[in-house]
């Protein structure tokens, strides 16, 4: 079982649709929770980042951890085909500094 | 130049060929990275530097020879390496390697193929 799951996609929603990444994993020591995302041609850049559980709000982005579940999502509203990359999610604990990744969504937001 | 810059962005090498790929940070950061990055698989960690001393080294085979002469330079040498060794290479740094790990740059990597 890998420690972190990510549905590779490509996932396909039109222009202005709510879109929900989902990432789950095993390690209940995870503490830190980050979204990382990737645009064609790119490297991955920091986008949300949790610590614990609960839900965090940055403009259209809502990134919310669920620790009962081993569950974290990325919620994105009213979508734009500038959203279309794929989105990374990667955690660590507090012992260990090294980030486990998942191995990215590919989304496409279609006009 | 700003931010984390890669080259070459593009690299075709035979399997016997020697060949670099380069990273420059703009930072000011402490910490330096090598990742693999490879179609529909979690980005695979090689190696870390912190203040310019190697702090892991990922069971990464010896024809991937990491050097990292300063805090804002790394380079990952390559030599004798076969065709699964094809992905994208990335570079990233961050502030340091606390427990959270800090957020990490990432340069825009280096696409190689093994032919």
């Known amino acids: 079982q890998k420690e972190v799951e990510q549905d590779p996609g490509p996932l396909s929603v039109p222009e202005g649709a709510i879109v929900s990444l989902n990432c789950t994993y095993s390690n209940s020591a995870f503490q830190y929770f980050m979204w990382y995302r990737q645009y064609s041609r790119k490297g991955p850049e920091l986008l949300m980042y949790?610590?614990s559980s609960g839900n965090k709000e940055d403009g259209r982005f809502t990134a919310q951890v669920d620790k009962s579940s081993k569950y974290i999502s990325l919620f994105i509203r009213d979508s734009q085909p500038s959203d279309s990359a794929t989105y990374l999610c990667a955690m660590s604990d507090n012992s260990n500094y090294q980030l486990i990744w998942g191995a990215g969504t590919k989304l496409i937001i279609k006009p | 130049e700003t931010g984390v810059t890669q080259t070459p962005r593009h690299l075709v090498m035979g399997m016997t060929n020697k060949k670099s790929l380069k990273c420059e940070q703009h930072?000011?950061?402490?910490?330096m990275y090598w990742y693999k990055q490879s179609a529909k698989k979690p980005l695979e960690l090689m190696f870390v530097y912190n203040f310019k001393e190697q702090t892991e080294n990922n069971s990464v085979p010896s024809r991937f020879s990491p050097e990292c002469p300063n805090s804002s330079h790394l380079f990952l040498h390559l030599h004798t390496l076969q065709p699964e060794d094809s992905a994208l290479y990335l570079c990233?740094?961050?502030?340091?390697?606390?427990?959270?790990?800090?957020?990490?740059?990432f340069g825009e990597g280096s696409r190689l193929t093994v032919l």
């Open positions: 930072l000011g950061h402490n910490a």
């Open positions: 990233a740094s961050s502030q340091g390697t606390s427990r959270f790990g800090g957020e990490l740059f």
């Open positions: 949790t610590y």
